[in-house]
Every structure is written in C-alpha cells, then in structure tokens.
C-alpha cells in the first residue's frame, strides 16, 4: 500500500499534468477542451483536500509541493493572458447582441 504522503504527491503531479494540458489546449484555442479539463482539475482538486488534510509531508516532499504549485500557476497566468483578448471582447458586448456561441 502508498504512503499516504504518496498519494498526495501523485495528486499534486496529476494536476501540474491536467493544467499543462489545460495550457495546450488554450494555445490552440480549444476552449471547450479547457473546460473540461478544469472540470477535472477540480474533480482531483476535492480528492486532493480529503487526502491532504492529515499527512505530513517531508521537507522535501514539501519543496517538490512548492515546485509543483509553482508550475501550476504558470500555466493558469499563460492561459488567462491567452483567455483575457477573448473576455474582453466579450464584456464590451452588448448584452442583447452577445452570441451563445462561445467560439
């Protein structure tokens, strides 16, 4: 059986993959694709919560923790720079005028 410690960093790494992910998808303009990811993101986000909540982590667990959050939010910043043109847009839409299509 996984140290429970383990398991929280697999969570950890399993995001840093799911926000990369997340960042290809947003670089090709696949913004259905990025919401399904974060859907995902937070589906392991509430697993991660009830996992992490009673394990000690080693310094070094800790520092590839921090590593790890680091990365992740990198790839948010990158692919709100890339979402912001778009919601711009969006918001000096009229209301009435605005489509469904998100597209």
Request: proline content about 5%; overall charge negative; hydrophobic content about 45%.
């Amino acid at each position: 059986m996984d140290k429970p410690e383990l398991d929280v960093l697999q969570c950890y790494h399993a995001l840093e993959e799911l926000s990369a992910r997340m960042l290809q998808a947003a670089e090709t303009d696949d913004w259905d694709r990025v919401a399904e990811l974060e859907g995902a993101c937070a589906v392991l986000i509430e697993q991660l919560r009830a996992q992490a909540k009673d394990v000690e982590l080693t310094p070094q667990q800790r520092a590839e923790k921090h590593r790890v959050m680091l990365a992740i939010l990198r790839h948010d910043a990158q692919i709100r720079a890339l979402a912001e043109p778009w919601l711009d847009a969006w918001e000096n839409t009229p209301p009435g005028s605005r489509s469904l299509s998100l597209h």
